[in-house]
């Protein structure tokens, strides 16, 4: 059985660019290079989408319709983190043992749209 890896929905996936418009609303397209990085991904990893709009009633069913109409294939949407290897999220910090350098890590943190670049093709498959 394959391991899980865990991707967040707006940011990572659904672009985000007009913010939050509701659980159902999700009006910007894809991250650059996102579906073929899933593509590749699922290869290895059963990639499940776990994102606040989840817990909304209708956004599992949006998130679903958008990533059809996007042509991303995921194996799940849902509202349970199941046990993963990795999470994917553009507002995460990852904790490293030090716990005297999290409130300065936190009030630094930036999320990727704010000045990097979207994806770029992995350069091992």
């Not at 418009?21 to 989408?49: F, L, Q, S, W």
Request: contains cysteine.
């Amino acid at each position: 059985m394959k391991q899980t890896a865990i991707f967040d929905f707006d940011g990572v996936i659904h672009s985000y660019s007009s913010g939050w418009r509701g659980a159902t609303v999700i009006p910007d397209p894809p991250v650059e290079g996102i579906r073929e990085a899933i593509n590749r991904i699922r290869h290895r990893y059963r990639v499940v989408v776990v994102s606040s709009r989840c817990y909304q009633p209708g956004g599992i069913e949006a998130i679903e319709a958008w990533l059809r109409s996007h042509d991303i294939q995921v194996d799940a949407v849902t509202d349970e983190k199941p046990p993963a290897k990795v999470l994917i999220d553009d507002r995460a910090i990852t904790f490293d043992g030090d716990c005297g350098s999290l409130l300065e890590k936190i009030n630094s943190f930036q999320p990727w749209t704010k000045g990097r670049r979207a994806c770029e093709p992995d350069k091992d498959n």
